[in-house]
Structure formats: structure tokens, C-alpha cells
């Protein structure tokens, strides 16, 4: 009878559709990694599929063993703390900002020569740094089942706020404070309760008007959720949104305000590991990361935002994602981004698991 429902095998397979159309870079040399061996700390999933597809399947025709090391960027730091004192567990790893901090503190991460990463000079300046390099970017918002709303007689959303529409009673879902997701929206809250990211109680009163159903930690379980009709909307990340349309579902993505800013960018950021004994392999991962294809097709496949100019212009003509991403370099320095220095997590923390769970 609806013809949007689909069960959990179906959405999965939706969210990793594409992978196996990418084309792979081609590198001049033959066998020069060979016999190294490469740890790297990523999530798990499809992300991990698509990187070992699109950038592991050519590191290894030039010698090179990839182990990836699954998990989110705070269990990979955790990681590098219990080993403190013996072997790295990892050589490189891929991170969300909010974790550099604590890196950089603990003096994990060492500094990147990008004069041996030749992709990286056509990146912007805002996704270079001394430590770290910017490889792609989740942008977050507000998903949306457009066909629902419109049967439900419930208008776009214009702010994450509306959410709180009695119609959507039941079936709105908020991320938890262990998602990616979580904080930029109640950062969108707390600006429009006349705060910033730094007044994040602020969002409180309005996260409670909403009445979430569900407080998600979980991306497929939400995606599983969208697809059979129990959640309507969420606070998540762009990138969902356009995998869940490969599925057929018709959904929608809204970016909200944060001030004069508008949509919130996230960018997920590679470091390489004070102390790693296979530099070179890590520099051949993050080149081959930012070669200009793999850019492209990473982040359509994905959903998310390549930091090569170059790729990002090929998807603002793809329609699976140029309604959906922010894309231009106007765009993305008009984008908010948390500050995380100016963030007292740990109280916010405090806060939630008080005031919320």
C-alpha cells in the first residue's frame, strides 16, 4: 500500500550503491610501497567500503598492505592514549575537529610536508593546516520526508524549530550528544533562542517543544527508520539525504541559520601520527584522497563535500546533489562552523545527560 516503505536491507544497499562505478586514479609507479604496511583509523560502513574501493584498491597495485583501524575519532584517540608508552596502533587516522584539540595536546599528530601530497595544492586555504588536512565535509541540517509533510499538511521546515509542529507528533527524531550531527543542531536552537554555540542551554526549552521520539546514535538504524515510515524528519547530515534518494524515498534537505550564516559545515579532516614508521604510506593515502576523481566520486557517492574546487564544480551538475550540498566557495565560507575552542563540551555533556536522557 505505501509505496515508500522499504526494509532494512534496502536502505543499506541503497546507501552503498555507487561504489563499484568509481574510476580509479592512476599513479606513475609500480611496487614503490611494497612491503609497507598502513594502519589507518576510520569509521566503519560504507565509508570505509568506498575509501578501500576507491583509494585502497590502487595503493595496494604499488605494494602497499591497508589495515583499517575501525571506529568513531574519539574511540581511534582513545586508542592512542591506552597505547601511550608502546607501539601505535594506527599511522594515520581520519577526524572530526572537536578531536584535533585533543591530538594536538597530546602531541599525537605530527606535522604533514605537503610538498609530498601534490593534490593537496589545489585545496583551499580553509582546508589546510600545519597538522591536519581537510578531505571532504558533512554539511547538517534537517532531513526530511517531503511526501509525508505534504500528506500531513505540514509546510517545508525554515528553521529546525519547526519541527515542533503538533502534526509531526511521534515522528521526529534528535541526535543524541554521541552523534556528529548532535551539536550544529543545537547550535541552529541555541541562535534561534538569540544565543550562539556558546549558550548551547539555550536550545533546551526548544529540543523539549519538540518532543523528539527518538534520540539517535545511530546513522543506518535512522536511515532503517526513514525508510519504513516511522520518522519523518531529523536534524542529520546532507549526505543522508542523498543516499536515501538513491532508495527512492523522497526526501528533502534544509539548511538552517546560524545568524547571518547559513548551513553548517563540518569538515572531516586526515592527520598523520607523531611517531608512525610508514610516513610514506600515509602521504600515498592522502594523495590518493585528494586526487580529483576520487574527490568527485567519493564525495556523490557519499553525499558529501569534496574540498577539491575542481570536483565540487562537476557535482553542482549532478541532480542527486546539487539541491542538496552547499558547493560553492562562496557558499562554504558563508557556511558555520563550530568553534570548538569556545565550547565547554564536558558541561554541555553534563547538561544533556541531566536535563534530556
Do not use: C
Not at 576510520?42 to 565509508?47: C, L, M, P, V
Not at 558533512?138 to 502534526?167: C, M, T, W
Not at 541552529?188 to 544565543?195: H, R, T, V
Not at 542551554?201 to 519504513?228: H, N, V
Amino acid at each position: 500500500m505505501n509505496s515508500y516503505r522499504f526494509d532494512r536491507r534496502r536502505v543499506l544497499q541503497g546507501l552503498s550503491a555507487g561504489v563499484a562505478a568509481v574510476a580509479l586514479p592512476r599513479f606513475a609507479s609500480a611496487n614503490d610501497l611494497q612491503g609497507k604496511v598502513l594502519r589507518v583509523g576510520t569509521w566503519g560502513g560504507s565509508w570505509r567500503d568506498a575509501l578501500d574501493k576507491m583509494i585502497g584498491a590502487s595503493l595496494r597495485a604499488r605494494g602497499l598492505t591497508i589495515e583499517y583501524v575501525l571506529g568513531n575519532a574519539s574511540n581511534n584517540f582513545a586508542k592512542l592514549v591506552a597505547a601511550r608508552g608502546r607501539a601505535l596502533p594506527l599511522d594515520s587516522m581520519e577526524l572530526v575537529p572537536d578531536i584535533l584539540p585533543l591530538l594536538t595536546q597530546g602531541k599525537f599528530v605530527d606535522k604533514i610536508n605537503l610538498d609530498r601530497v601534490p593534490n593537496a595544492k589545489a585545496l583551499p586555504a580553509f582546508a589546510k593546516w600545519d597538522t591536519v588536512v581537510g578531505t571532504t565535509a558533512h554539511q547538517a541540517g534537517v532531513v526530511y520526508n517531503a511526501k509525508k509533510f505534504e500528506e500531513a499538511g505540514v509546510a517545508a521546515p525554515q528553521r529546525i524549530s519547526d519541527l515542533a509542529n503538533p502534526k509531526l507528533a511521534g515522528r521526529v527524531a534528535f541526535p543524541d550528544v554521541a552523534h556528529g550531527a548532535h551539536f550544529k543542531a543545537v547550535a541552529a536552537l541555541a541562535f534561534e533562542a538569540g544565543g550562539d554555540e556558546t549558550t548551547p542551554e539555550k536550545a533546551l526549552p526548544l529540543i523539549k517543544k519538540i518532543k523528539p521520539a527518538l534520540y539517535y546514535s545511530s546513522s543506518p538504524d535512522l536511515a532503517t527508520r526513514f525508510g519504513s515510515g516511522e520518522v519523518w524528519a531529523a536534524p542529520w547530515y546532507a549526505g543522508f539525504a542523498v543516499r536515501l534518494k538513491r532508495t527512492g524515498l523522497p526526501v528533502a534537505f534544509m539548511h538552517p541559520s546560524y545568524g547571518s550564516k547559513r548551513g553548517a559545515m563540518e569538515i572531516t579532516q586526515y592527520s598523520m601520527l607523531a611517531g608512525t614508521k610508514n610516513r610514506e604510506g600515509a602521504e600515498a593515502f592522502l594523495d590518493a584522497y585528494l586526487a580529483p576523481d576520487v574527490q568527485f566520486e567519493f564525495s556523490k557517492f557519499a553525499g558529501t563535500v569534496p574540498m577539491n574546487e575542481a570536483a565540487r564544480m562537476r557535482l553542482k551538475e549532478d541532480p542527486e546533489v546539487r539541491d542538496v550540498l552547499l558547493l560553492t566557495d562562496a557558499e562554504l565560507k558563508n557556511a558555520f562552523t563550530v568553534d570548538y575552542a569556545k565550547v565547554d563540551m564536558v558541561r554541555w555533556r553534563d547538561n544533556w545527560a541531566r536535563q534530556v536522557q
